[in-house]
């Protein structure tokens, strides 16, 4: 018996030795591909050049967003003038309200030309006007993961201690965290609340006022604003004091403890749509749990939510999802659609803009959590319509229709910044196993 056991033991270790050989002469193909594909290096080029225009989200949108300042910053802070982006970041900060609320962003007066009916102003930056489209509850959070990668990427913890109107920015941050807790909080679930929209969307399904909270309104949970609040609160556990730093990371704890209770079903290995609190939007017959929110489940594996297992089988799922729909890359945003006879008025037809369109902002996020959890090969393959289309438009499009057809912003730095991130992933890994 013990000299069963030996052999075995030495059988095992060979498989294991054998495997590893084949594994690293893959890694070493795959990383000279990464290495040697120009089309990455172009677009990587192309994202980098793009990133030395400033900082609106777009060539239609001449504002300054937070919630897509978030996911380029890292890119711009090597690419221009890091006190400028300095002095971009501490600019939202005078347009908190009293409750600690953030805004989406803020443009020069001359700027504000959309005919917006609720816009802010602030007595400590009068030349500028404040905006906010007051269905979502992702502001708050993205502007602390902005601040927590420009902190990172630049050393500047400096900015932390800055007074803007008379509050220090980390005292800020931590007051907008108490408006979404204080104001957007379900004691019942311990999650946030927002208005009911299209996965990450700011757009809510009962059309309506579109972008603002109005008697249309039935409030939900979804999972796209309670990862990023969980992301949030791992970033504010790194920015903190030392006194402050168990209560940020018993936040995230238990947020993600509570998604992963109430969001996610564990049978469909996938994420329910919403939770209502009063009521759905929707008629009875409508399931709408059968929608799968491909968007809010890239970032509920940044946050940490899900397992490697569970990563997988989710990427599986959206491959046949885009698959089933013919939708050009994995940046398409949810599938099936919503049916139009369930919709508002003037709210988007199936696979159109939120409503199912194909966004690079997103399917870039899934392809760094790929890479970051070892599908590398995977994130490869599953890139290259993304970056492909960058060149054949000649620009990063903001989203794209079922056919191919790019739509929105020519310029979106979102989609420049999510795929420019993954490629410096791609070159590190390539790099780690050439």
Not at 69 to 76: G, H, M
Not at 219 to 227: E, G, L, P
Not at 291 to 318: C, F, P
């Amino acid at each position: 018996m013990h000299k069963q056991m030996k052999l075995s033991l030495f059988i095992f270790s060979g498989l294991m030795f054998i495997f590893s050989a084949d594994q690293s002469r893959e890694n070493k193909i795959l990383a000279e591909k990464i290495l040697t594909d120009t089309t990455i290096s172009k677009v990587d080029g192309m994202a980098r050049n793009l990133m030395k225009k400033g900082f609106y989200a777009g060539s239609g949108y001449q504002m300054v967003w937070s919630r897509d300042l978030n996911t380029f910053i890292e890119l711009s802070c090597e690419e221009y003038d890091n006190s400028v982006i300095r002095e971009n970041l501490l600019m939202f900060f005078h347009f908190q309200q009293e409750n600690g609320e953030m805004l989406d962003g803020y443009v020069r007066k001359e700027g504000f030309t959309w005919g917006d009916p609720h816009p802010y102003e602030s007595a400590t930056a009068p030349n500028h006007i404040g905006f906010k489209n007051t269905v979502e509850s992702d502001q708050e959070t993205s502007l602390i993961q902005a601040i927590y990668k420009y902190v990172d990427k630049t050393g500047d913890t400096d900015i932390l201690n800055e007074t803007v109107a008379g509050n220090t920015v980390y005292n800020r941050l931590k007051g907008s965290v108490d408006f979404l807790l204080d104001e957007r909080y379900s004691g019942k679930y311990g999650l946030i609340i927002g208005a009911t929209t299209f996965d990450w969307g700011d757009i809510q399904v009962e059309g309506g006022a579109i972008v603002d909270v109005d008697e249309l309104t039935h409030w939900s949970i979804d999972v796209y604003d309670n990862a990023m609040l969980a992301i949030a609160a791992q970033n504010m556990a790194e920015l903190s004091p030392e006194e402050d730093k168990e209560y940020w990371k018993g936040l995230n704890t238990q947020l993600i403890i509570n998604i992963r209770k109430h969001l996610w079903d564990g049978d469909s290995q996938k994420f329910i749509p919403h939770i209502y609190i009063d009521g759905s939007p929707f008629p009875d017959d409508f399931d709408e749990n059968e929608i799968h929110y491909h968007g809010g489940t890239a970032v509920a594996i940044e946050a940490g939510v899900l397992s490697r297992d569970e990563i997988a089988k989710v990427a599986q799922q959206m491959k046949k999802n885009v698959e089933l729909a013919g939708a050009p890359s994995i940046g398409l945003t949810l599938y099936p659609a919503y049916p139009s006879n369930v919709l508002g008025e003037n709210v988007s037809a199936p696979y159109e803009y939120q409503n199912g369109g194909d966004w690079t902002w997103f399917g870039g996020r899934m392809i760094q959590q790929l890479i970051k959890h070892g599908f590398v090969e995977e994130a490869y393959e599953l890139s290259q319509p993304m970056l492909e289309r960058v060149i054949e438009n000649d620009g990063f499009y903001e989203w794209y229709r079922m056919d191919g057809t790019p739509a929105g912003s020519a310029e979106f730095k979102g989609s420049a910044g999510v795929l420019g991130k993954a490629i410096q992933m791609f070159n590190q890994w390539a790099n780690e196993n050439k």
